[in-house]
């Protein structure tokens, strides 16, 4: 892990830069971005394809997230010459870039969930106490 020195440079950096950071943020760190780009990382996938391996997600919220995701060039669409017409997702070498952040987020969550479940049902506890 970084030492103190390196946090406190990398939250001045942020916080000297936050205009400039806050709007990017907005634009990848909601839940559905995240794994959208996970599920396009290791190829090119069709809509219903990403829908199935994204439990969960609406036709309308994948569907809205991909516009997003293309317009702010994290991933490509490719209508495909098929019967009925396909079409096809890729991501971008932008988007690629998010791979080892978005992994490193993927896996704290997964190591840090137990933790965080039991956090909320202690303040849980105590908020409905008496």
Known sequence: ??????????????????????????????????LILTVLCPRPARFNAIKRRLDGITHKALADALKRLERNGLVTRTVLPTAPIGVEYAITPLGHSLRQPFEALCAWALDNGAAIDAANHAHDRIKTRP
């Open 1 to 34: 892990m970084a030492d103190d020195t390196d946090l406190d440079a990398a939250s001045a950096c942020a916080l000297a830069n936050m205009a400039r950071v806050r709007p990017v943020l907005g634009k990848i760190a909601d839940k559905w971005t995240i």
